[in-house]
């Protein structure tokens, strides 16, 4: 049986991964709670001149002489944006599961946040940044939507650079109401105009979630010395892994890691860094509880 990853690598078919990954998690993407007449009871206050009737509690106004009124809570609908990174650095493979890309799996978790704000109730829009560009799919609800927005994430393709502050500022004008922002990225671009967006979302009082996707070799540096490499975004010289490159890249990478850990942090931006090579589902649990990812 193909596990989740292998899964994603051998099918091209969105909603079954995510019926697949979905399969037994059990909470939503927020909690966010509004009082008014909703069904969960939460306390009683003191009636006050415009409260409807109906709200009342005649069985406690016979004991206490008083009237009260029912507070409730019902669960509070935000928008979720969903932030694509598909630049060509996320084309990574992965060394041990054959076909696995860092979009493939940022596509398949993005995918599951957008079937869980469909079963929420939420609006769901979806930004992919490619090519310079920034693709956007305006928020709605419904499985329409979802249909919409699995087609995109599906035919999303990995190339190019991404796209500059004017065009990010144009293309995500959805901040003027607060929701919650999921973006899947490897931020070998950091500091961005994404990475600066996203700050600036927060400042906004957007709930940004951070996604950081790597591969296993890129964490272990476990490339082989054979090849020539060259960076798929930006050119430049064609260099082999030897070993004097390998100990400037764990030097290099860590530092670089490090300061997205603290910009994120200073920021209160939770950041969930993950390998592709792990179960989505446990990535995805980890990143909607916006806790760490070892």
Not at 40 to 66: N, T
Not at 119 to 146: K, N, S, Y
Request: charged share 25%; net charge positive.
């Amino acid at each position: 049986m193909l596990s989740p990853s292998s899964l994603i690598a051998h099918t091209t078919n969105l909603d079954l991964v995510v019926r697949h990954v979905l399969a037994g998690l059990g909470h939503g993407i927020h909690a966010g709670r509004e009082r008014g007449a909703g069904v969960e009871f939460s306390e009683y206050r003191a009636y006050a001149p415009g409260d409807e009737w109906r709200r009342v509690d005649w069985k406690l106004l016979a004991r206490a002489d008083r009237y009260y009124v029912r507070e409730a809570e019902r669960d509070s609908h935000v928008a979720v944006w969903l932030v694509l990174d598909a630049t060509a650095s996320m084309a990574e493979p992965s060394r041990s599961i054959e076909g696995l890309t860092k979009l493939q799996y940022a596509r398949v978790l993005l995918a599951c946040v957008a079937a869980i704000a469909q079963r929420q109730g939420d609006a769901f829009g979806l930004v992919v940044c490619c090519g310079e560009r920034a693709d956007f799919t305006p928020a709605a609800r419904g499985p329409r939507q979802l249909q919409r927005v699995l087609a995109r994430l599906n035919g999303a393709d990995a190339g190019g650079m991404l796209p500059g502050a004017d065009t990010l500022r144009a293309s995500l004008h959805f901040s003027r109401a607060p929701g919650v922002v999921c973006v899947a990225s490897d931020f070998l671009d950091w500091p961005s105009p994404l990475s600066d967006a996203l700050l600036r979302l927060r400042r906004m009082r957007h709930d940004v979630r951070a996604l950081c996707l790597h591969t296993q070799a890129e964490a272990d540096a476990a490339f082989d010395a054979t090849p020539a490499y060259r960076d798929p975004e930006h050119g430049g010289a064609v260099y082999r892994f030897g070993r004097d490159v390998k100990e400037a890249y764990v030097r290099n990478r860590a530092a670089h890691f490090d300061e997205v850990v603290r910009a994120c942090r200073k920021n209160d931006v939770p950041l969930v860094q993950a390998r592709i090579e792990q179960a989505p589902g446990e990535v995805l649990r980890a990143w909607l509880r916006r806790a760490r990812v070892a």
